[in-house]
């Protein structure tokens, strides 16, 4: 069974900074997406950032230049470095396991808040 375990997340005024770490554990495939989604009260929830175990990263426009994703060498831990952080990215974040194709695993959130 795979779980992702989150940690990371807090109150930070605007213009700050925080990072957020996921771990990964149980069987899970080394070629795999890990990433960051966000929700808000009354929205979907939407990508933040994503990192293929490969190289390749993708990120949300609004957060383009202020956030960078990192993974390790195990491919089991994603980091998401936040810088500049505004209001509009408080919500709660979502650590992301998949393959590409329908399955996917969730961590149970973390919430942060960017608020003077």
């Known amino acids: 069974q795979v779980q992702l375990v989150e940690s990371g997340g807090g109150l930070v005024q605007p213009g700050g900074s925080l990072r957020l770490s996921c771990a990964a554990s149980g069987s899970i495939i080394r070629n795999n997406f890990m990433g960051w989604y966000r929700q808000t009260p009354g929205k979907q929830r939407e990508l933040v950032a994503h990192?293929?175990?490969?190289?390749?990263?993708k990120y949300a426009d609004s957060v383009k230049g202020r956030f960078t994703i990192s993974r390790d060498n195990t491919m089991r831990t994603v980091l998401l470095q936040m810088n500049s952080l505004k209001p509009e990215d408080t919500g709660v974040y979502y650590c992301?396991?998949?393959?590409?194709?329908?399955?996917?695993?969730w961590g149970q959130g973390t919430q942060v808040t960017v608020s003077s």
């Open positions: 990192s293929f175990s490969g190289g390749t990263t």
């Open positions: 992301n396991l998949n393959y590409g194709g329908t399955t996917q695993y």
